[in-house]
């Protein structure tokens, strides 16, 4: 009677759990390469915001050169 449970459970163990196992985590792997629509959403924010920030840095830039024109040497 004791054979009958640990002959199964090797089976399962050996066989059946390995393959289950990286099933899984394969599936996991997939789906995690892939943006979800909230992170495409903010990409596609960011990429918006990017050319703004460039702009506003090249006005700093043209001020601080206006004002301070030796402003690069000391950073």
Do not use: C, G
Not at 34 to 62: F, G, V
């Amino acid at each position: 009677m004791f054979d009958f449970f640990h002959v199964p459970l090797i089976i399962f163990l050996l066989f059946v759990a390995p393959v289950w196992i990286i099933a899984h985590y394969t599936t996991r792997w997939r789906t995690a390469k892939t943006l979800s629509a909230e992170d495409e959403k903010m990409l596609a924010e960011l990429w918006e915001l990017a050319p703004k920030l460039d702009s506003r840095i090249n006005t700093l830039e043209s001020i601080l050169d206006a004002q301070a024109p030796d402003w690069r040497k000391q950073v």
